[in-house]
């Protein structure tokens, strides 16, 4: 064997070794045990074949616009008021789609350089524009929008996992979903009933303590009249219980529509007992918010509180004396469980806008198993009649056919192995296993093209050492040309694609990457080392 | 071994026969498309509840739809699902069980309206969670533990759920069955009938998708066919002339409209891993026309004075070979994937059998024909014949 051809065996060598150790490791033994543990410790399984639960979640990004738009109306109603400038009224003018629409009406003559000068220093994010009748509209700059926009996004998926962390899931996979729709996905594997987990990351979370004005009434009409007909401005009605055991909605109560704090004013939060020895839960407030809460009881001694959670009333109690930094939220059957949840819930922190859910799929861990069996069954019977026909056909050549295919999937499992070792945990899906069998399939082309075209050269009269140059130098231009158009579209597909789909996508491109690899150069040095043991003018088996 | 040996056939002197042989099966694809099913999008695409289900016994699919019926899920589609043995149905309701507010609600009323005669009081073990059994053996705690409580029982909850996922297939017929099941304690397994009892069913998979989410999906599959081809046509523009790109997506597409359109007839669900392999096709495809192309410019360079369409014959001819094996090879690949993959990848397989057949008929029978089709109408109309591609070698 010639110096050069000695580099490349070693090459090939080394690279089948680091792509065996992707694949296995260094594996506790040799038995049939040790290897498979090896193995499914380094390739992991996508969500289709070990079961557990998908969800795609939309982020309602409008809340937190709301909120902010909100926010804004309470600033320049107070900046208004201090500067002594009349308005009439401050509202969104379409709360429901462009929450940020804010008119201000009936403002007072000559109040222009007041009022830019509010907006510019306390609302930046806002530009002002005027309109007939002493009005004035405020839009959010767009770039801010979106800004907003993306950073409720960010904060919902950190807000989940901290929940999902919480709960003790084993490896899910939180991430932003499709292209600028505002969209989560989550996986959890080996969660097949996934009703309390989707409770607890749909759950916005948002604690409110807010003064009780009035209830409980049995309905909101109840409350209006006892109101004389109207509702004072500041104030709202939230449905809560009439008592601990009723069913919500039973009863109706009018709070301030200021809260006194809210849940980012809180320390902590863990499940306890009520005096009723009823489950609960007790949180502790930060100090700021402490020293508000401090404020706001001691000039409301005698007065009532209400504690809200999701703009429902939970429970209300009566001021005796000022409060610092402690309170417990009981009311309502709470079980064990839901305090525990609850708590939890309250300590990751509020979502910074509500979510719903758009796609939910369940893979039982039966189903997943028997994908496997199925999967892999198929993928040994293809690759073993395409083994056994290449042989066959091209008998000496088709050895060398047959080891550029097994190295072929060694490369690609070990890519798959890799990729759990530095991190980036490509699984395998089912689709993925049939990307691997298609591989075999379309890889075996280019074994199929070079030998069909050495023949031809041979046909033609040509030596064997020319015919397989003359062979693998044409079949180049061709391999290149469809490796690079199947490539292009599986990397289209991995673009469009979720999940599954995305696996199939990565075992396609990888397979045919280790088939360039495989099938020219491996082969071609296989050729080289036959050629070289023959004598001249000696025939070659293909 | 060798197949083929020195052929030469006319293949472009057949050109009727193959168009009116492609003519057929795309017009009989599309009409189908248009007045008969329709494009029959899975659940992927158009939304809506599948649920899986597993049952003790042979499930009498009127029986089933009774109960749905009872329970107010109007016109579900009903079938057996797999082989007959495994007992499974599939339950399609349609994207109008799904709501917004509540996308599971369909799922839920399912499982209610199948757990009838239920016990007053106790939870179906063949639907309870690995939670649901772990609380209650905590509460219960029929082992008498102490600390190692938790650890304990969760294995206990773990072993019932792994003989009924795993060894079971997804069901129980008796709870006699935990009884000297491995890794379940008898203490445990007497205690499981106190709070459980067992339905004659069990939910295998699930699969609920919103109505957006299936519109955005079906926007998303059309752009990625649409790019895939443009990728085609750009990067073959780029390779060879322009009038190969044209053929081969052309071709692509011919083939995509018969797959599509085979779906159609036998009214298939083309789901996400379809389009998939549908994408997966236009690359096959294109993979068989490329060799044939490639051939072609080869050729045109050493035969200057011959006839396109001499050449054109000539080169299919030669590649033949190389073709049929391809293509035999692939196809028995898929075959396996088809017979032996199971029924998650049914559609799947299915699209690349029918494409795999159709990819390589057609990069003999459409894309070289109009090859030589444009060049017979650039002479008609006095030009030059055909730009030789030579370039970008």
């Keep these: ?542 | 071994m060798e197949f083929f040996h020195n052929v030469n056939i006319d293949f472009l002197g057949k050109k009727w026969y193959f168009l009116a042989f492609s003519l057929i099966f795309s017009v009989a694809g599309l009409f189908s498309m248009l007045f008969w099913h329709h494009i029959p999008w899975g659940v992927d695409f158009r939304g809506g509840t599948l649920v899986y289900v597993k049952f003790s016994h042979p499930p009498d699919v009127n029986a089933i739809r009774a109960d749905l019926d009872r329970a107010g899920l109007k016109d579900p589609k009903i079938q057996p699902y797999d082989q007959p043995s495994l007992n499974e149905v599939l339950i399609d309701l349609d994207v109008r069980e799904t709501s917004e507010k509540a996308l599971d609600q369909g799922k839920t009323k399912i499982i209610q309206a199948l757990e009838k005669n239920a016990p007053a009081g106790k939870t179906d073990l063949n639907n309870a969670s690995f939670l649901a059994i772990k609380n209650y053996l905590m509460d219960k705690d029929p082992m008498h533990l102490g600390t190692d409580a938790d650890q304990k029982y969760t294995a206990q909850a773990q072993a019932i759920v792994n003989l009924r996922d795993k060894v079971l297939g997804g069901v129980l017929n008796s709870l006699d069955q935990l009884k000297g099941a491995s890794g379940v304690d008898p203490a445990v397994a007497a205690a499981i009938p106190e709070n459980f009892y067992l339905s004659d069913f069990g939910v295998r998979n699930v699969e609920i998708v919103g109505p957006q989410v299936g519109g955005q999906l079906r926007t998303q599959a059309g752009l990625a066919t649409l790019y895939s081809l443009l990728g085609m046509l750009v990067y073959l523009g780029f390779r060879f002339e322009w009038i190969y790109g044209v053929a081969a997506v052309v071709t692509v597409f011919h083939d995509t409209l018969i797959t599509v359109g085979a779906f159609s007839l036998t009214n298939t669900d083309i789901s996400l891993t379809v389009i998939a392999a549908i994408l997966t096709l236009i690359g096959y495809s294109n993979n068989d026309t490329i060799v044939v192309f490639d051939r072609i410019r080869e050729n045109i360079k050493l035969m200057r004075r011959e006839k396109l369409s001499d050449i054109v014959n000539r080169s299919i001819n030669q590649t033949l070979s190389r073709t049929i094996l391809t293509a035999g090879l692939t196809f028995l690949t898929v075959l396996a994937l088809f017979l032996f993959g199971g029924e998650v990848l049914r559609g799947f397989s299915l699209a690349l059998v029918i494409g795999i057949l159709i990819g390589t008929y057609s990069s003999i029978a459409i894309a070289a024909p109009i090859l030589v089709a444009y060049q017979d109408w650039r002479v008609q109309k006095g030009k030059r014949p055909m730009a030789m591609p030579g370039k970008a070698r």
Aim: aromatic share 6%.
């Design chain 1, 1 to 542: 064997m010639n110096k050069n051809l000695l580099w490349k065996v070693v090459f090939i060598v080394g690279t089948m070794l680091f792509f065996l150790f992707g694949i296995f490791g260094i594996p506790k033994g040799l038995s049939g045990d040790a290897l498979a543990t090896a193995l499914t410790d380094h390739i992991h399984l996508g969500l289709d074949l070990k079961g557990g639960t998908h969800l795609i979640l939309q982020v309602h990004v409008n809340d937190a616009i709301n909120v902010d738009a909100q926010n804004a109306i309470e600033v320049l109603k107070q900046q208004l008021k201090s500067r002594k400038i009349d308005f009439a009224e401050i509202t969104q003018t379409d709360p429901q789609n462009n929450p940020d629409h804010i008119l201000i009406k009936g403002v007072q003559p000559g109040a222009r350089s007041d009022l830019l000068s509010i907006v510019q220093e306390r609302l930046p994010e806002y530009e002002i524009t005027g309109a007939p009748e002493n009005s004035w509209n405020m839009v959010m700059k767009p770039s801010m929008v979106s800004d907003l926009k993306n950073k409720a996004v960010s904060q919902a998926i950190e807000t989940i996992r901290n929940r999902i962390d919480a709960l003790g899931v084993s490896e899910p996979t939180i991430q932003e979903h499709g292209l600028g729709q505002y969209q989560i996905l989550v996986q959890l594997p080996g969660i097949d009933d996934p009703e309390r987990v989707k409770d607890i990351m749909q759950s916005t979370a948002m604690l409110e303590i807010k003064q009780s004005l009035g209830g409980p009434y049995p309905s909101e009409q109840a409350a209006r009249q006892d109101k004389g007909g109207v509702l004072p401005a500041d104030a709202i009605l939230l449905p809560g219980q009439s008592q601990p055991g009723a069913a919500e909605g039973q009863a109706w109560y009018l709070v301030s529509r200021v809260s006194a704090v809210s849940g980012k004013d809180l320390r902590d939060a863990q499940p306890s007992s009520d005096q009723n020895g009823q489950p609960s839960v007790s949180f502790t407030l930060t100090g700021e918010g402490g020293q508000r809460f401090y404020n706001f009881t001691s000039s409301h001694v005698g007065d009532s509180l209400a504690v809200v959670l999701d703009n429902k009333v939970k429970e209300v109690a009566n001021i005796k004396e000022p409060i610092r930094d402690r309170g417990e939220i009981s009311g309502g059957r709470m079980s064990d469980q839901q305090a525990k949840d609850l708590s939890m819930i309250l300590r990751s922190g509020a979502l910074p806008a509500s979510i719903s859910y758009l796609e939910e799929r369940t893979v039982g861990p039966s189903l997943g198993a028997d994908s496997i069996r199925s999967g892999v069954r198929a993928a040994v019977i293809g690759m073993v009649a395409v083994l056994i026909f290449m042989l066959v056909y091209y008998r000496g050549a088709g050895i060398n056919a047959d080891v550029a295919l097994i190295l072929n999937l060694i490369i690609l499992l070990g890519f798959l192995g890799w990729s759990t070792i530095a991190g980036v945990n490509v699984a395998l899906t089912l689709p993925g296993i049939a990307g691997v069998i298609l591989t075999v399939g379309m890889g075996v082309d280019s074994n199929v093209l070079i030998f069909e075209r050495i023949r031809e050269e041979l046909r033609n009269g040509k030596t064997p050492p020319s015919a397989v140059d003359q062979g693998f130098s044409h079949a180049w231009i061709t391999i290149v040309d469809t490796h690079v158009t199947t490539i292009v579209s599986a990397a289209i597909l991995f673009i469009f694609g979720t999940g599954p789909v995305k696996g199939f996508a990565t075992t396609l491109t990888f397979g045919l990457l280790a088939n360039l690899f495989t099938a020219v150069f491996v082969s071609r040095v296989i050729f080289d080392w036959i050629l070289s043991r023959k004598q001249r003018g000696e025939a070659l088996s293909i």
